[in-house]
């Protein structure tokens, strides 16, 4: 490649690859000559940049599976990282996935890259991991942050942290529902191995459901079209693909999702969710004994609000039972519902409004002294 790479992103899940499009999108409408190459999902790769790494390259989930994945990353890492050093773009944005990104942020100034180096959405310092603060405050050069609280995580450092918002915000503009008062809807998630463990015991919940509203209608989000053969059922389901997410959330009464960036679209569709997320006793035992990851709530809406909108269930506490008990306490218990798309206008309006997206954008290209 002979010319001059301006901006080298790194998008590694499909919410870093959401996060990525509409950020790109914002930076070409302000800039359309900046020259953008990329770890790309398929969102991204929709745009016109340089795909040096497809995102799915890097997607894996849990302690255990990143542990048997380890050779593969180690490749990817040092390949990527050596391919950073020979475009010298002038700046890269890492998005999200700190494990990865801010080992491979610290190695790029380690070997003399001079760029400016930013990381779009903050780790959860604020939850584990504080002893990250020091270091990401000597290597990057900017943190942009998606809740109001992260900021105040660095307000002792010298770290240049902007607070930009969530780009959902102006993603999912206010509505008022017009759905199905008898369709359910299920996120099981959108890596294999993910669905493989979520689906199995939202089923289950969704088929009790089934066997007391006879009218019932259940529906699945669905990340790919390849995805599809994963979700055996001896009752009917309809399959709505990522394009139609949206759509699905809007006509949906009630939810299940697994956990991760799609209970927050939910809950600024308004809708009521239970949320669940299997981990293997392996990975539950590394996260609350090795990693010390004790939280009063895993769920991002919960944790912004500070209490429990959203019933969830992690690891043990995750069962058939568990998760069809609540599932038809939400769809029968209409008071609950009422309360739960009460806070979550409350959520929407703590998010603020406006185009984070533009915001962060803004950001990057202000960086001081001028580079970009």
């Not at 903050?122 to 998606?146: F, N, S």
């Not at 703590?350 to 915001?359: A, R, T, V």
Request: aromatic share 10%.
């Amino acid at each position: 490649m002979s010319e001059q790479i301006d901006l080298f992103i790194i998008a590694a899940e499909p919410s870093a690859d959401l996060h990525g499009s509409n950020l790109i999108e914002e930076l070409l409408r302000m800039r359309p000559d900046l020259k953008i190459a990329a770890v790309a999902g398929p969102r991204m790769r929709k745009l016109p940049i340089q795909t040096m790494l497809p995102m799915e390259s890097l997607e894996v989930m849990g302690f255990i599976d990143v542990f048997f994945a380890l050779p593969r990353i180690f490749k990817i890492f040092f390949k990527l990282r050596k391919t950073i050093l020979q475009l010298n773009p002038k700046a890269v944005i890492c998005i999200d996935y700190p494990g990865f990104n801010l080992r491979l942020e610290r190695s790029l100034r380690k070997k003399g890259y001079s760029g400016k180096l930013i990381h779009y959405i903050c780790p959860t310092v604020w939850a584990w991991g504080k002893k990250r603060i020091p270091q990401m405050e000597k290597t990057l050069d900017l943190l942009l942050t998606l809740f109001p609280f992260e900021k105040k995580c660095f307000s002792t450092t010298s770290l240049s942290v902007e607070y930009v918002g969530h780009p959902l915000i102006s993603k999912i503009p206010p509505f008022a529902a017009t759905g199905s008062k008898k369709l359910l809807a299920l996120f099981p998630g959108s890596r294999e191995k993910e669905i493989l463990r979520n689906f199995p015991l939202q089923l289950k919940a969704a088929k009790h459901l089934a066997s007391k509203e006879k009218e019932l209608q259940i529906a699945v989000s669905i990340s790919h079209p390849k995805m599809q053969p994963l979700f055996r059922a001896d009752l009917p389901l309809q399959f709505y693909p990522a394009e139609k997410t949206y759509e699905l959330m809007k006509t949906a009464r009630a939810a299940i999702a697994t956990s991760g960036t799609v209970t927050l679209e939910l809950a600024l569709h308004n809708v009521p969710t239970v949320v669940n997320f299997a981990i293997r006793p392996l990975d539950c035992f590394i996260a609350q004994k090795i990693f010390r990851i004790s939280l009063p709530f895993y769920c991002i809406v919960n944790i912004i609000l500070g209490k429990e909108v959203y019933p969830e269930f992690f690891g043990p506490n995750l069962t058939e039972q568990s998760l069809t008990d609540a599932t038809l306490r939400l769809w029968q218990d209409e008071s609950m519902q009422r309360k739960i798309k009460d806070d979550c206008a409350y959520l929407r309006h703590l998010l603020g409004d406006g185009n984070p997206s533009l915001k962060a954008a803004k950001a990057i290209l202000n960086l001081k002294p001028p580079s970009i």
